[in-house]
């Protein structure tokens, strides 16, 4: 403020650090005590009136409550490591919180990404309120916020987790947007400078983000305070990441292919690509756990482009080899969906390689065509299919996609789920549902394929009941491309003498 002398500012300075924080909780009460046991009434009354005198002209009714990210925000690195030297120099306590909302990514396939990052900037604001006078508190990208205390003299283990059951609390508050409330939860990981022997800006974000990892681990809603056990595993998943990114430049991620076969003719009327990596220490990394690694770091995009190229190029070695593969699937996430360049990109690839975009099947998660009202995607989906490629809603009937939503999608085929297709030659609930979807398919004019199919039982119910594709571990498994003409080759083979299954007549 203009004309506040440099002294006077100081003297406030240090009546703010004494009269704020958790600590002045724990000396109130005895203060107040002390005053009454030695004075009396009147010293009672005086320390009473004097102490909120005191508070006011320190500025604890200031406002804000905490230095918040603004137009250039500090960087966290710099931030952190400014307020350990401080804390040094004060021989005072720091600590390190980093929060991040559960299933991010699903907010944003539910509501948009506008909503998203209007919901984010309301949390800075909430978590802010729960700071003291000189905490920061910064939004990091994917709906993480980081959270630095400034030093004090008092702060242990005890206490941080009580902080971050209140940041929690704050975040966990409905959000109302558009006259609706939105439910979100949040993982909290969380270390005290104290923990580490050397603490250093990056010791302790390495720390924090290793304390995060294992709260999103085990979320929604966890809380997890850092310990030694912990920094392993995020190194591992950490170096498991850098190999990740430096695989999808040299080769590393391959598509392998799941044939999909008409029920009337058994002959190959597609494969699906699915992303298979080498590692080249760790032999085959399975999906269930480089996926999820690659969609926190931000890299599924980049296997999609991966998946595309060479997903394609296996079309013209399929032609090259004279077999007849029609199709090939490829998986678009959400995030390749938001991309306002993928048409373009598609076009481009399958211009490159001489190649009709009828060949091309765009396969989109029900739950993002369900879900998600972000233009952006439907822009991108409907640009894909007038330019010729078709487009698969998979995993149908776990998204509640609505019959509106088929068409504003320009679904061509629906690809029936697993859990409606397992044990559906036996269990008669499970043949009603399929035959209502079927149903559904028939009256929208629109194909089906169903996945997952195991057995010979379930293949030929599927044909009985009218599905035209399947694919399944009981046609094949995921093969790379090497094996695919071998399999093709056979499958014709055997097909020559395989009794055709008719279909439900209508």
């Known amino acids: 403020m203009h004309g506040i002398p440099p002294a006077f500012e100081g003297l406030r300075h240090k009546l703010r650090a004494a009269l704020t924080g958790p600590h002045i909780l724990a000396f109130l009460p005895a203060v107040v005590l002390g005053a009454f046991w030695f004075g009396g009434e009147g010293w009672l009354l005086a320390v009473s009136l004097g102490l909120p005198i005191l508070y006011a002209l320190a500025g604890g009714f200031g406002q804000p409550t905490a230095h918040f990210q603004n137009d250039a925000p500090p960087r966290l690195a710099d931030l952190l490591h400014q307020t350990l030297a401080e804390a040094r120099r004060k021989d005072q306590r720091s600590a390190c919180f980093l929060l991040a909302l559960d299933d991010f990514d699903e907010l944003i396939d539910h509501h948009g990404l506008g909503v998203a990052q209007q919901i984010c900037e309301r949390q800075v604001d909430r978590i802010g309120s729960v700071l ?15 959270v630095v205390l400034a030093p004090m003299r008092h702060f242990d283990l005890e206490a941080a987790i009580q902080l971050a059951r209140r940041l929690q609390r704050a975040v966990e508050d409905p959000v109302a947007v558009d006259a609706s409330n939105v439910y979100v ?19 302790l974000l390495d720390a924090a983000e ?77 999906p269930s756990e ?141 043949q009603r549902m399929v035959v209502a979807i079927l149903a559904l398919a028939e009256h929208l004019n629109l194909d089906t394929l169903a996945e997952g199919v195991e057995t010979a039982g379930e293949h030929a119910i599927l044909a009985q009941l009218g599905c035209r594709h399947v694919q399944g571990f009981g046609i094949a498994r995921p093969m ?5 003409l071998d399999w093709i080759r056979a499958n014709d083979a055997k097909r020559q003498n395989t009794p055709r299954i008719e279909g439900r007549t209508g």
Not at 480 to 484: G, R, S
């Open 290 to 430: 480089f996926l999820p690694l690659l969609k926190h770091y931000g890299l599924l995009e980049r296997l999609g482009e991966v998946m595309l190229t060479r997903s394609l190029l296996a079309l013209t070695r399929w032609d090259e080899a004279g077999v007849d593969v029609p199709k090939i699937g490829v998986n678009f996430a959400s995030d390749e969906l938001r991309n306002p360049k993928l048409a373009d990109r598609v076009a481009w690839e399958l211009e490159r390689l001489h190649l009709p975009p009828s060949r091309l099947v765009v396969e989109v998660l029900e739950t993002v065509v369900s879900a998600a009202p972000d233009d952006m995607i439907a822009r991108n989906i409907n640009a894909l299919s007038r330019m010729g490629c078709n487009i698969d809603l998979d995993d149908f009937g776990t998204g509640h996609a609505s019959i509106a939503s088929l068409r504003r999608f320009a679904v061509k085929r629906i690809k029936i789920d697993r859990s409606f297709v397992m044990k559906v030659d036996t269990d008669r609930e499970q």
């Open 132 to 146: 003291r006078q000189g905490d920061y508190v910064l939004q990091r990208p994917g709906g993480e916020f980081a």
């Open 210 to 286: 290793a304390a995060l990892d294992e709260a999103l681990a085990n979320g929604p809603s966890a809380i997890r305070a850092y310990s030694a056990g912990m920094k392993a595993a995020h190194i591992s998943r950490s170096e498991l990441a850098r190999d990740a990114e430096k695989g999808l430049e040299t080769g590393q991620f391959q598509p392998w292919f799941q044939p999909q076969v008409s029920t009337d003719t058994g002959e190959v009327t597609g494969f699906e690509a699915l992303a298979r990596w080498t590692h080249p220490r760790r032999g085959m990394v399975p």
């Open 480 to 484: 790379p491309f090497d094996q695919t």
């Open 185 to 203: 939860s949040c993982a909290i990981g969380f270390v005290l400078d104290r923990q580490l022997n050397r603490p250093d800006s990056d010791a």
